[in-house]
């Protein structure tokens, strides 16, 4: 039985790590999402969402001429990352707000490319996120998540994960979930997945959405 998460529960968990987020999670976490950068095409006037945007941990990393459009659960979050948006001088275009990433409020085949860093794992319904996820990026257009993802059946890691979860969801994310399994469950074409962050416990997974 996969362990779940509690949507209450996060959104005030993940408030109460917002002043400090970058210095709990950024030595381990922040190598994967410097690195899935390298994935992103650097042509201009692309229009990018960003699941999980968190205290905009990510801001400074978008090309030039970039509209990024940055979402949150937590409130508190998009406070932090509001404030260090305005510090910034990138020539990109950003907006941020609070949303459920359950629930996007924007039109099918809105976005060039969706990023999303150690989010799939923190949600009560993956599979619904990974929908929505598809429902509102461009066909041809890229995805590139970052995550944990539980090891193969069979696995001593994958078993180790299984027991393991219920104490990391206290934490803020579940560690039993095949989430390039949910992925590709939800119709995203998966094309290449590489691991990062300490000891390769990270995926970075490009996939699209088929035209």
């Given at each position: 039985m996969k362990c779940r998460v509690?949507?209450?529960?996060?959104?005030?968990?993940?408030?109460?790590?917002?002043?400090?987020?970058?210095?709990?999670?950024?030595?381990?976490?922040?190598?994967?999402?410097?690195?899935?950068?390298?994935?992103?095409?650097?042509?201009?006037?692309?229009k990018i969402l960003e699941i999980g945007v968190g205290p905009g941990s990510t801001l400074e990393f978008y090309p030039p001429q970039t509209e990024v459009v940055g979402i949150d659960i937590s409130p508190a979050m998009i406070e932090q990352a509001k404030a260090k948006a305005q510090r910034l001088n990138s020539g990109c275009r950003f907006t941020l707000q609070v949303m459920d990433a359950a629930k996007l409020e924007f039109p099918d085949n809105t976005f060039d490319a969706l990023m999303s860093a150690y989010v799939i794992t923190t949600v009560s319904d993956p599979h619904r996120v990974c929908?929505?996820?598809?429902?509102?990026?461009?066909?041809?257009g890229k995805f590139i998540v970052v995550?944990?993802?539980?090891?193969?059946?069979?696995?001593?890691w994958?078993?180790?994960?299984?027991?393991?979860?219920?104490?990391?969801?206290?934490?803020?994310?579940?560690?039993?979930?095949?989430?390039?399994?949910?992925?590709?469950?939800?119709?995203?074409?998966?094309?290449?997945?590489?691991?990062?962050?300490?000891?390769?416990?990270?995926?970075?997974?490009?996939?699209?959405?088929?035209?």
């Amino acid at each position: 039985m996969k362990c779940r998460v509690c949507p209450s529960y996060m959104e005030k968990l993940y408030s109460f790590y917002s002043p400090f987020y970058d210095h709990i999670f950024g030595h381990l976490l922040a190598p994967g999402r410097r690195r899935a950068f390298h994935y992103l095409e650097r042509r201009p006037h692309q229009k990018i969402l960003e699941i999980g945007v968190g205290p905009g941990s990510t801001l400074e990393f978008y090309p030039p001429q970039t509209e990024v459009v940055g979402i949150d659960i937590s409130p508190a979050m998009i406070e932090q990352a509001k404030a260090k948006a305005q510090r910034l001088n990138s020539g990109c275009r950003f907006t941020l707000q609070v949303m459920d990433a359950a629930k996007l409020e924007f039109p099918d085949n809105t976005f060039d490319a969706l990023m999303s860093a150690y989010v799939i794992t923190t949600v009560s319904d993956p599979h619904r996120v990974c929908r929505e996820m598809l429902r509102v990026v461009k066909p041809g257009g890229k995805f590139i998540v970052v995550n944990h993802t539980r090891s193969d059946n069979g696995n001593y890691w994958g078993r180790l994960e299984d027991l393991l979860a219920p104490v990391f969801v206290r934490i803020g994310f579940t560690t039993d979930l095949d989430v390039i399994g949910v992925m590709k469950e939800a119709g995203i074409v998966i094309d290449q997945v590489i691991p990062c962050n300490l000891f390769n416990t990270g995926r970075i997974i490009l996939g699209h959405k088929e035209a």
